[in-house]
């Protein structure tokens, strides 16, 4: 039984084995309905358009990116011959981490008021992801650093191919762990009654 292959160059592709890719599969393909029911509990819980929108755009972000990895990986396990087809599963799959990282940040700048320059950073951050996590309120952000710490943990895996057994796989359950604590706090901090309270006029 083969856990894992031998390390290959930098400049050449790491060839997962049968057991890999199916815990490549596995452990994104596990998270698609849990983020279609969870976004559809924001959904429920919002009480206006802003709300609606935000719910929509932060569940699109998050199943869209169980979704197309576990269909990128699926394609490149049992149909990699069709060269075509992976390499645009590929790139759905790099550009829908993108999605995902605005549409992560979205809720808190659609939900919260945080000052004139919001609106603008609004749209910014469709285009700087990154900067989203610049705003002043503090509630939430502690959730929102151990959900980046995860990614950036992850990464360690993600380029671990051929040294760590199921390495790929690892890297996606630290995605969803990442996904999971920012789920928490988008939930508790902007959809909860208690969150409601705390909002001002948008």
Same mark, same amino acid.
């Not at 929509?56 to 049992?78: D, E, P, R």
């Not at 008021?113 to 603008?120: A, I, Q, R, V």
């Not at 993600?158 to 995605?175: C, N, T, Y």
């Given at each position: /039984?083969e856990?894992?292959? !031998? =390390?290959v160059p930098? !400049?050449? =592709?790491?060839?997962?084995?049968? #057991?890999?890719?199916?815990?490549? @599969?596995?452990?994104?393909?596990?998270?698609?309905?849990?983020?279609? *029911?969870?976004?559809?509990? $924001?959904?429920?819980?919002?009480?206006?358009?802003?709300e609606?929108?935000?719910a929509?755009?932060? &569940?699109? &972000?998050?199943?869209? $990116?169980? *979704?197309?990895?576990? *269909?990128?990986?699926?394609?490149?396990?049992?149909k990699?011959?069709? =060269?075509?087809?992976?390499? @645009?599963?590929?790139?759905?799959?790099?550009?829908?981490?993108?999605?995902? /990282?605005?549409?992560?940040?979205?809720?808190?700048?659609?939900l919260?008021?945080?000052?004139?320059?919001?609106?603008?950073m =609004?749209?910014l951050?469709w285009?700087?992801?990154?900067?989203?996590?610049?705003?002043?309120?503090?509630? +939430?952000?502690c959730?929102? $650093?151990?959900? +980046?710490? @995860?990614?950036?943990? +992850?990464?360690?895996f993600?380029?671990?191919?051929?040294?760590?057994?199921?390495?790929?796989?690892?890297?996606?359950?630290?995605?969803a762990?990442?996904? &999971?604590?920012?789920?928490?706090?988008? #939930?508790?901090? *902007?959809?909860?009654?208690?969150?409601?309270?705390?909002?001002t006029?948008?």
């Open positions: /039984i856990f894992m292959n !031998n =390390r930098s !400049n050449k =592709r790491y060839q997962p084995t049968d #057991y890999e890719h199916a815990a490549n @599969c596995a452990t994104h393909a596990l998270w698609v309905i849990p983020s279609l *029911l969870g976004s559809s509990v $924001l959904h429920f819980l919002s009480e206006d358009q802003w609606r929108v935000s929509w755009l932060y &569940g699109a &972000g998050l199943t869209s $990116l169980f *979704l197309i990895s576990t *269909l990128f990986h699926t394609v490149t396990w049992k990699s011959h069709l =060269r075509s087809v992976e390499h @645009c599963f590929h790139m759905c799959d790099r550009m829908v981490i993108y999605f995902f /990282i605005a549409a992560s940040y979205a809720p808190w700048l659609n919260r008021e945080l000052g004139p320059w919001t609106c603008h =609004r749209w951050v285009v700087m992801a990154s900067v989203g996590t610049t705003y002043p309120d503090r509630e +939430g952000l959730e929102l $650093l151990v959900g +980046g710490a @995860c990614y950036c943990l +992850g990464m360690v993600f380029k671990s191919d051929g040294l760590v057994p199921f390495a790929h796989a690892i890297w996606h359950l630290f995605v762990m990442g996904a &999971g604590v920012h789920y928490y706090a988008i #939930y508790r901090y *902007l959809y909860t009654p208690a969150a409601n309270q705390m909002k006029s948008r």
